[in-house]
Nanobody, 124 residues
Framework: QVQLVESGGGLVQPGGSLRLSCAFS??????IGWFREAPGQEREGVSC????????DYADSVKGRFTISSDNAKNTVYLQMNSLKPEDTAVYYC???????????????????WGQGTQVTVSS
């Protein structure tokens, strides 16, 4: 079983930055995805990374603003969010799929295990 612990959400002004963290159980061949769910909207994929090879993917809505990375020594995946917009406001979840081989896509079914979610609010 993969355990996930998220941190890093908060309130930020438009144009600001936040970094989310997702600490996961020590495993090889796991894919970690970030999803978000805004009030009244369906949960959507944001980004993913294949931890074993570092391949990553992004939704068009965040491409160029968000960066996903993995520190395998710390078993932690980060989502650096820059140039934040009010429409980025949502509860952000990290999720894991294990085992996972090869590259991932942000919309893939990375949904075997979920974190508890962290609120990101972008508002002036």
């Amino acid at each position: 079983q993969v355990q996930l612990v998220e941190s890093g959400g908060g309130l930020v002004q438009p144009g600001g930055s936040l970094r989310l963290s997702c600490a996961f159980s020590s495993l090889d061949y796991v894919a970690i995805g970030w999803f978000r769910e805004a009030p009244g909207q369906e949960r959507e994929g944001v980004s993913c990374i294949s931890v074993s090879d570092g391949n990553a993917d992004y939704a068009d809505s965040v491409k160029g603003r968000f960066t996903i990375s993995s520190d395998n020594a710390k078993n932690t995946v980060y989502l650096q969010m820059n140039s934040l917009k009010p429409e980025d406001t949502a509860v952000y979840y990290c999720a894991a799929a294990y085992p996972w081989y090869g590259a991932c896509t942000y919309s893939a079914n990375i949904n075997d295990y979920w974190g508890q979610g962290t609120q990101v609010t972008v508002s002036s």
